[in-house]
């Protein structure tokens, strides 16, 4: 209750050995954000995003009628950062 909105930001292929420590971020999340989804990563971040959004489907939202989303974005490209 101390933000409006808990934002999980992560980097393509972030890696196995943290998937238990990143399960408790995770289940906190409004929205995840896969960074650096350009150039060489791009399919990479792509591929992490689609992992979340399906791992996510397991998890309760923490939010009353709020569905967490992710999301894909890149400051190189300006591609999902306003």
């Given at each position: 209750?101390?933000?409006?909105?808990f934002i999980v930001l992560l980097l393509p292929?972030?890696?196995d050995d943290l998937q238990g420590?990143?399960?408790g971020v995770i289940e906190l999340a409004d929205l995840i954000v896969v960074n650096k989804a350009?150039?060489?990563l791009l399919a990479t971040a792509k591929r992490s995003a689609s992992d979340y959004q399906h791992a996510l489907r397991m998890l309760r939202s923490p939010t009353?009628?709020?569905t967490p989303e992710v999301t894909t974005a890149s400051?190189?490209?300006g591609v999902g950062v306003a």
């Amino acid at each position: 209750d101390m933000v409006d909105m808990f934002i999980v930001l992560l980097l393509p292929a972030g890696g196995d050995d943290l998937q238990g420590i990143k399960r408790g971020v995770i289940e906190l999340a409004d929205l995840i954000v896969v960074n650096k989804a350009d150039g060489d990563l791009l399919a990479t971040a792509k591929r992490s995003a689609s992992d979340y959004q399906h791992a996510l489907r397991m998890l309760r939202s923490p939010t009353a009628g709020w569905t967490p989303e992710v999301t894909t974005a890149s400051a190189m490209t300006g591609v999902g950062v306003a």
